[in-house]
C-alpha cells in the first residue's frame, strides 16, 4: 500500500524550517542540520515514513541526528510537527509564500518582513511596485524587476484552482462524460472537492459503469481535454480546461464504500482512521477492510457500512480534516450539521441600483422562488462610486418602493443597504440614514492595506454602531486574486458579541469569507452568523451551498446560523436593541437545542 507521508513532504517540511530559522536569525548550525537532513532524505530511493512506521532506527541514515529522527516520527504518527507550527506561528503568516518567489532567500525574506513590514506576496508585489524593494540591501532595481516578473508569472501559473471553479469544471467534465460513456452508472467526486476545501489541488472522480473499459479512454477523449497523462486500467488522469487535474478511478458497485472513503480523504483524516483500524486488528486500503489474522478483506457497498464496520457513525466529508473528528465520533459528538434546506433567508444582494445586473422586482421574484421566508435588499452606498452607491434621497426612494412591494411576495422583504466602512470606521451614512433601515450591513472596500491595528479598530468602530446588523465579508479576500485584510479576528469576534453584532460568511465562491476556522470561533464565542449570497445576478442565489459548506467545516448546526432562524426569531433578534442581542441569541440557540432535542 502507498505510504501517507512522501520524502518530498518531509523535505519540504525541514527546507521550509531551515528557512523559517534563518528569517528569525538562529544559529547557523541549527540551520544546516535542516538542510542537510533535506538533501539526504532527497536522496532517498525508499519511503522514509515507511521505515518509521515499521519502527526502523532512522539514525542509521547519515545526516539524521536524533532530533530530525524524532520530528521525522511525529510527523508520520501525527501528520504535523509541534515545533515547525511553533516556529510558523512566530514568523508573518505567510512567509513561507514570500520564500517560493524565485530570487526571495531566506535573507531577502528577512529583510523586507524586518526593514518593510512586508507579509504577504501582495506586500511585496506593492513594495516591487513602488519602489521600496529596490532600496532594500543586495537588490537594487534590476532584480526588484526580476522578482515581480516571477510574482506575475507565478500568479499565472498558480496551481490551486478556487473551491468554484473547480466544481463548475466537474459538473462540466461530469455531463460530458455521461454523453460519452453509455455504460456510465455514477460519477461521484471525491478528494478536496468532496470536502469543500477552499481551494482544490487536482479533482478526483470515482466512476462505476456496466462497461468500465470505456470510461477512461472517454474521458481522455472529452474535447475539453488538453492532455493525457496516465491511461491505464485503474486510473486515468488529464488536465481539462482551463487547467485542472482530473484522477478518475473505475470502483466496483460493492465496494464502492471503502474507494470513495479512501480518495476523499483528506490524507490526515485516513491516516488517524488507519491507526484507529489497527488498533482494532483490522486494517483499510481502497478495496475495503482486512481483517488482519485471517487476511480476509469485507468489502462495503457505501461509507455508512465502511465506517460502520470501524464501530463508528458516518462523518461528513467537510469535518474530515484529521482534527478531532474521530474523537467526536467515538464519542457520539458529531455536530448535526446545518444544510442548505435549513436556510430561510439571503441576507446580501444587490439590485441595479447600484452595481447588480437585474431590476428591483427580478431580484426579489427570483429570491422568492428559492421559497425563502424572507431577505434583504442591500444596495451598496454612496461612497462606493465605482458600484453606483445609492445617495440618501435615493436610498429612500428605495426603501418606499420595497415598502410598497411588502405583501405582494409572501415573503418579509427588508430594506437593507452594504454601506461602507469608511478609512477611519465611520459609517458612509449618517445614523439618521442608517436609522431607516431594517437591516444594516458594515464592509470595508477600501484602503484595505491599513495595518492589523487599524483595520481591527476600524471594524470594531462600525461594530459599535447602534444601527450595524452585520460586517459583511470581513476579510474581503478573492481567492487568488486577492489577500485577507489583516486584523486580529478574536478581537473582532469578541466585539462582534460584546456588541450584539453578527458575522457574514459570504457564500461567494470566490470569497468565502468568513473562513472555516474563523466561523468556528464565531461559533464558539455564541456570535451569530449568517449566511449570504452577495448576488449580483439572479443565478447566484443558488450559491449557498459554498456558504453552508463554511459552515459545516466550522461545525455549525443550524442553531449557529441567524438566517436559518424562523422569520419570527430572526426579527425578533433584529428588533431587539443591540445590546439585549446576545442573551437572545443564547435563548435561542438553547431553545434549537432543546427543539431538536425532543
Ligand atoms: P488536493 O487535490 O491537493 O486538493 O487534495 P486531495 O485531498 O484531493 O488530495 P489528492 O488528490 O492527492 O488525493 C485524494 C485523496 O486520496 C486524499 O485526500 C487521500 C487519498 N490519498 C491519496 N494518496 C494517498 C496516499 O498516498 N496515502 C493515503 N493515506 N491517502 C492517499
Ligand atoms: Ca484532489
Ligand atoms: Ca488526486
Ligand atoms: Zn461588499
Redesign the pocket.
Known sequence: M???ISNDDIVTLFNNMAAMLEIKGDTVFKIRAYQRAANTIDQLSWSLATAAVNGEDLKKIPGIGKAISEKVQEYVATGHVVAYDRLAEELPPNVLELLEVPGMGPKTVKAAVDELGIGSVAELEQAALDGRLAQLPRMGKRSAENILRHIHAQRMRSD?TPLGIAAETCAAVTEQLFDACPGLVSLTP???LR?W?ET???L?LIAISENPAETGPALAGLASVRETLVQGDAKTSVVVDPGIQI?LRIGEPDALGAMLQ??????QH??RL?DYANRQGLSLNEYGITVVDTAVTEKFPDEESFYGRLGLPWIAPELRRGADELDAARNGELPNLITVDDLRGDLHMHSDWSDGKFPLEEMIAAVAAMGYEYMALTDHSQGLGVANGLTPDRLAAQIEILRGLQDRYGMVILCGSEVDIRADGAMDFPDDVLGMLDWVIASVHNAMSQDRETMTNRIVRAMENPHVSMIGHASTRLLGRRDPVDFDIEALLQTARATGTAMEINAAPERLDLKDTHAARARELGVPLVINTDSHHTDSLSNQRYGVAVARRAWCGPQHVLNAYPASEFLGWLRAPKAERAARFDAMVAGARAGSAA
Do not use: K, L, M, V
Open positions: 502507498t505510504t501517507p490551486r471525491a478528494g478536496s470536502r476545501e482544490i489541488g487536482d478526483d484522477d479512501y480518495f476523499t480523504g483528506s490524507q485516513n491516516i488507519r
